[in-house]
T-cell receptor, first 118, second 112 residues
Framework: DAGVIQSPRHEVTEMGQEVTLRCKPISGHNSLFWYRQTMMRGLELLIYFNNNVPIDDSGMPEDRFSAKMPNASFSTLKIQPSEPRDSAVYFC????????????????FGPGTRLLVL | AQTVTQSQPEMSVQEAETVTLSCTYDTSESDYYLFWYKQPPSRQMILVIRQEAYKQQNATENRFSVNFQKAAKSFSLKISDSQLGDAAMYFCAYRTLNDMRFGAGTRLTVKP
């Protein structure tokens, strides 16, 4: 099993540029989560999808952030325009499901994308 | 507010010894799950152990075990026979139907 795949692993960009982070969940998992990790705020849940549908995006910091999941094997997190305070490690995680009792399933994390906005 | 507190920013243990990492949480939910994740320098988040809140029996995974005290809302992690590879950041987390929260982490150092 390849695990959760994220790309790129590192991204350096300038303020104002658009940034797109990509995630491929584990095959067979139908829930996907995006997290942001910073020294100041720790690990924060930004948004999660179930069966490609966004369920809760209350953690998305502002309108500059958007996430999509066009199919079961791919998701993107986009920041437009990016700002220096967006610098963080962004993790994607997937789990078997959140329908019914599935929400308790263990989440498996990708390796993360380290974003630096200059 | 639902929170997770790890009161030990750093811990140190001698190789082969036992160490306990503390975690407390605050939630009004009755149905939830608790997790310990390990994050080595590679930054990968690795599941160490999980506990269902409705189970009284403490979870165990090889050298890792938990002490789950539901009434006290405490969920500590015990690492027995510590190994050099156990050195990492350890995050306590809980999950409810609509939320997932992580603690600030405890950095564990293992001395040879």
């Amino acid at each position: 099993d390849a695990g959760v795949i994220q790309s790129p692993r590192h991204e350096v960009t300038e303020m104002g540029q658009e940034v797109t982070l990509r995630c491929k969940p584990i095959s067979g998992h139908n829930s996907l989560f995006w997290y942001r990790q910073t020294m100041m705020r720790g690990l924060e849940l930004l948004i999660y999808f179930n069966n490609n549908v966004p369920i809760d995006d209350s953690g998305m910091p502002e309108d500059r952030f958007s996430a999509k999941m066009p199919n079961a094997s791919f998701s993107t997190l986009k920041i437009q325009p990016s700002e220096p305070r967006d610098s963080a490690v962004y993790f994607c995680a997937s789990s078997v499901g959140t329908s019914g009792r599935g929400w308790q399933e263990t989440q498996y994390f990708g390796p993360g994308t380290r974003l630096l906005v200059l | 507010a639902q929170t997770v507190t790890q009161s030990q920013p750093e811990m140190s243990v001698q190789e082969a010894e036992t160490v306990t990492l503390s975690c407390t949480y605050d939630t009004s939910e009755s149905d939830y799950y608790l997790f310990w994740y390990k994050q080595p320098p590679s930054r990968q988040m690795i599941l160490v152990i999980r506990q269902e809140a409705y189970k009284q029996q403490n979870a165990t995974e090889n050298r890792f075990s938990v002490n789950f005290q539901k009434a006290a809302k405490s969920f500590s992690l015990k690492i027995s026979d510590s190994q050099l590879g156990d050195a990492a950041m350890y995050f306590c987390a809980y999950r409810t139907l609509n939320d997932m929260r992580f603690g600030a982490g405890t950095r564990l150092t293992v001395k040879p």
